[in-house]
């Protein structure tokens, strides 16, 4: 598994062009001594996932890795900012900024001192479904590191002073991203496509919410959120099974055993296309666009995911770079991606350009959109994606924390603890009859919403602009 197969809201990102129509000598050369590298990587990156339950019930998974004195650990609780409160908005966000800001007996300078003293890397952050941790440490700190994530966890302080320093800072950029292009398109297409949902709401609050929220609301979300049975925990690194079973206790005994009960509704994606235009003073217009997508748990997902490269996931290879660049010179990049969330599924992308050109440049996207629709992917298409795919999997395993965090995707998941042996062969598995059938399946420009931020000209088309977006400015 990758934080690209499993999680939510993970752009794939663009990589060169490795393969094309009448490759040159040179082109192949380069392709033959990358696979040729990642050959050689194969065995060396090869890992044993052990299942570790601690007396006290606790589970993590570990990839022991003794060639360096350094512990890794990835945590996650399921339930994040899309469990907010209506009005107080950027809880979750607030919470992960300020938990590792004095805990216990030590104030915040003192936790953060002793950190930075021992070398010792402490985290947080909140996403729309979960809330994640992460600890790295030198072997010969990791003791300290596992009892300073244990008060972090278990006694934070949430002290006056730095709550307001850290207000202070994410006010600052909530008002920074008022002007932001991206950040309001991206709002704006989450609240087009999930109406009314939490999903559409902003991670980080609005302006009015954080300055609302009270340290009462952050002890709060410690005490209902933070249980052993939203638990997930990966560890990679210097540390064997049976020391890993004891600070599993140690550190996360003192949770409590469950969670308030809390749920997201299912989600019902918005399939009615349109485009909306948020008017804005700049010369270059930020388009987004999306319609419903397969869940991560849909039978067809691995078909979806290969698909999706073929047609803007590939970067440099993808057939929207190629029509909308490499063709007509009409955007530096373009993209598309799947948005797998636990309540809910987009096929999502973007595009950046000129405001004279982002008429043309949507053209040729829904073209593509239904081009993928009707034809599907070519054989050609469909191997040279699968190559990629597989060939360029063991570079994930970048570091101790990437692979941490890949068994905490594969737990939350419901993946397997053999998922990365088998990871490959769900790609391998795709053929091109299923390539076309899940393309048909799952692409549909008219449930394709567009939301453009800037100056755009020439949107008057019926494909361009719906009634209710004709007209709207909003900064």
């Known amino acids: ?155 934070p302080r949430f002290d006056s002073a730095p709550v307001a320093r850290i207000r202070a800072q994410i006010l600052a950029g909530l008002t920074s991203s008022l002007q932001d292009p991206d950040t309001i398109a991206g709002l704006a297409l989450r609240g087009r496509l999930l109406p009314d949902h939490p999903y559409a709401r902003p991670t980080s609050g609005t302006l009015e919410s954080v300055a609302g929220l009270q340290v009462a609301d952050l002890k709060g979300f410690v005490a209902d959120r933070f249980a052993r049975d939203r638990l997930f925990v990966g560890v990679v690194g210097d540390i064997d099974a049976a020391t890993l079973a004891r600070r599993l206790d140690e550190t996360f005994l003192g949770l409590p055993a469950s969670a308030a009960p809390a749920e997201i509704p299912e989600a019902e994606v918005f399939a009615g296309g349109g485009t909306e235009v948020v008017e804005m003073d700049i010369p270059q217009s930020v388009v987004v666009f999306g319609q419903p997508g397969p869940m991560r748990d849909d039978p067809d997902f691995y078909t979806a995911y290969v698909v999706n490269y073929i047609l803007g996931g590939g970067g440099f290879s993808s057939r929207l770079y190629g029509e909308v660049r490499e063709k007509r010179g009409l955007a530096y990049s373009v993209y598309s991606y799947l948005s797998p969330w636990q309540n809910a599924a987009l096929l999502t992308g973007g595009v950046a350009t000129q405001n004279a050109r982002v008429a043309d440049s949507l053209a040729v996207i829904r073209d593509e959109w239904r081009r993928i629709a009707e034809e599907g992917p070519t054989a050609e298409e469909l191997t040279h994606a699968k190559t990629y795919l597989t060939g360029s999997f063991p570079l994930r395993f970048s570091s101790s924390g990437a692979i941490a965090s890949m068994l905490v995707g ?66």
């Open 410 to 475: 594969m737990q939350m998941q419901d993946l397997g603890i053999d998922y990365l042996d088998r990871r490959n062969d769900y790609i391998e598995a795709v053929t091109l009859s299923e390539a076309k059938r899940v393309a048909k399946r799952l692409y549909d420009v008219d449930t394709l919403s567009v939301v453009v931020v800037g100056q755009p000209e020439h949107l008057d088309g019926p494909e361009d602009l719906d009634q209710s977006a004709a007209g709207r400015k909003e900064s």
């Open 1 to 155: 598994m990758t934080a690209c197969d499993a999680m939510p809201l993970v752009r794939i990102l663009a990589m060169p062009r490795l393969f094309s129509a009448r490759p040159s000598l040179a082109a192949v050369g380069v392709v033959l001594a990358g696979l040729l590298l990642l050959a050689a990587l194969r065995p060396a990156l090869a890992v044993e996932v052990q299942r570790v339950v601690s007396p006290g019930g606790i589970e993590a998974w570990l990839v022991e890795d003794h060639s360096n004195p350094i512990v890794a650990l990835e945590m996650a609780f399921r339930g994040g900012s899309a469990l907010d409160p209506a009005g107080k908005e950027g809880l979750a966000n607030l919470v992960a900024s300020t938990i590792d800001e004095g805990a216990g007996p030590l104030d915040s300078q003192s936790f953060q001192g002793e950190l930075n003293d021992l070398s010792i890397r402490l985290s947080f952050g909140a996403g729309l479904d979960n809330f994640s941790g992460s600890l790295r440490s030198l072997t010969e700190n990791s003791d300290r590191a596992f009892e300073l994530l244990r008060l972090a966890l278990t006694e």
